[in-house]
């Protein structure tokens, strides 16, 4: 979508930003005009990433609640605010860290690997984190002899079990957007724009995962594409990345596996949204300190271990 953000808005940002040393991140499925606006843009990975390396005082997270909480455990000397309180991930909610405690008192001798996509309380419960872009190197960096716990996510899980030949206990954890992509979409859309090749994330579902070329996190998506082999793709994941995708390589062309598959959290965040939270430091986001070391310890394991792709 084209549009052009008004000049004021932007100074008044500016202005907001320098008044509290203030940097803003942004998720690759942000609308459009705030991943437009954001000093970084970035997956879970490199965002948690900046978010640990920044100098500012302050970051204003534009994504959802888990990541505004990940930066928080990373820098608790920083005010770390989420512009729109309910931006939540029903993801996250779908384990709490009672349960996770259940499922270890199950396999008391199993590792826990904890998607990001989950809360403060349940990396605190988990041995290692992990994003999509790093979840089959933080496995396979694990010792052979060892079962593996893997929550939330039942999709990402089955896409690591299947990379690194381990046998994972899952969770039936799931997104609640990518679950709305269809193997009849990837069929649809294939026949329709031959020859595109199809970026599919790992947390679609294992029949849309069978149809793609390539299974990516939304960073690696970007650096596929950029490397132009190909110029013409399918994209299975929210849509809010063909935004930036179409501005990094304005030749190629863009397709949404389905225009349904829209995150309504992600969308909460407005530019009216980053202001006010500028304005009136809200919402800060904060950990409790014994969680937070415990989580931390979860966090730096998953730092450490870079993507190979
Ligand atoms: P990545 O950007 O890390 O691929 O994650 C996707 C996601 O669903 C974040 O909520
Ligand atoms: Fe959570 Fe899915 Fe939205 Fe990502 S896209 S924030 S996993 S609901």
Redesign the pocket.
Known sequence: MKYEIDKQVIKKIERLKERRNAVILA???QPGEIQDLADFT??????SIRAARTDADTIVFC??R??AETAAILSPEKAVLLPEKSAG?P?ADMITAEQLRELKRENPDALVVCY??SSAEVKAESDYCC???NAVEVVNSLPQDRRIVFVPDQHLGRFVAERTGRDLILWPGY?T??VLITEQDIKTARAKYCNAVVMA???CSEPVKELADEL??????LKFAAKGTTQRFIVA??IG?IHTLKKQNPEAEFYPASERAV?PN?KKITLDKVIGSLEDMQFETTVPEPIRTRARKSLDRMVEILPTR
């Open positions: 998720h690759n499925y970035g997956d879970s990975l490199g965002l994504g959802v888990f990541m991930c993801m990001v996509n994003t999509s872009a997104c957007t990518h994330h790992p947390e990516l996190s939304t960073g690696q998506m994941t929210e990345i995150c992600m």
